[in-house]
């Protein structure tokens, strides 16, 4: 695992690393009919990190032309409801006792 230098200097555990947990999983991916059915000043602030990152990163000697397939829990390739993101399927919130 890479360590990163906080703002004071120090060497630390990059807060990414903690997030993913003891999963096995390299990529975070999200479906384009997720990230709309955010709050605006939730996708604003994404999209300020994002383009931060672009900014910082040379985003040009990187491939990047990723391929995504669904996989149920048993492995298996399934229909993907997030495919057609001019037409998803209703996005459930949670309620806010359930938060």
């Known amino acids: ?7 004071q200097g120090h060497y630390v555990e990059p807060p990414f690393h903690a997030w ?20 605006l000043d939730w996708q ?7 383009d931060k990152a672009r900014d910082k990163l040379d985003t040009d ?8 397939q669904l996989r149920g829990s048993d492995g298996k390739y399934v229909p993907d409801p997030f495919a057609n ?6 996005i459930p919130f949670k309620h806010e006792a359930e938060v």
């Open 61 to 68: 000697k990187i491939q990047d032309r990723y391929s995504v």
């Open 20 to 39: 993913f947990g003891l999963t096995y999983s390299n990529y975070l991916v999200i479906p384009r009919s997720i990230l709309e059915a955010m709050p």
């Open 1 to 7: 695992m890479p360590m990163i230098k906080d703002e």
């Open 85 to 90: 993101y001019r037409h998803p399927p209703v």
């Open 44 to 50: 604003n602030s994404i999209i300020a990190l994002l």
